[in-house]
């Protein structure tokens, strides 16, 4: 079965950084489109950064363009999002999700699993 586990949140201080990383299993990674997406609270979940198969089509959140990467290591079935020079406003409950057509949009209505998700507490 197709599972999603995310993990790497924590504290961290403003202009800090954090990696994030989102274990697969169940299905070919690189088959796959992986988006993260996060939840503020009081706010819709919204797109941070998704990767088409391949690792292709990648998208990124203008809030976030030049501070967050998307990428993969298909070895070890595990996505990462790297995340630098953090602000408050990055404050969110993280998810990974997977699509199974691979287009790798923004939409999260296209994903198909989704995993627990992970706190992130950017605060000082």
């Known amino acids: 079965q197709v599972q999603l586990v995310e993990s790497g949140g924590g504290l961290v201080q403003p202009g800090g950084s954090l990696r994030l990383s989102c274990a697969t299993s169940?299905?070919?990674?690189?088959?796959?489109?992986i988006g993260w997406f996060r939840q503020a609270p009081g706010k819709e979940r919204e797109a941070v950064s998704c990767s088409g198969h391949g690792a292709k089509n990648t998208y990124y959140a203008n809030s976030v363009k030049g501070r967050f990467t998307i990428f993969r290591d298909n070895a070890k079935k595990t996505v990462y999002l790297q995340m630098n020079n953090l602000n408050s406003e990055d404050t969110a409950v993280y998810y990974c999700?997977?699509?199974?057509?691979?287009?790798?949009?923004?939409?999260?209505?296209?994903?198909?699993?989704w995993g627990q998700g992970t706190q992130v507490t950017v605060s000082s």
């Open positions: 999700a997977a699509e199974i057509l691979g287009r790798g949009t923004s939409n999260q209505d296209d994903y198909d699993y």
């Open positions: 169940g299905f070919t990674l690189d088959h796959y489109a």
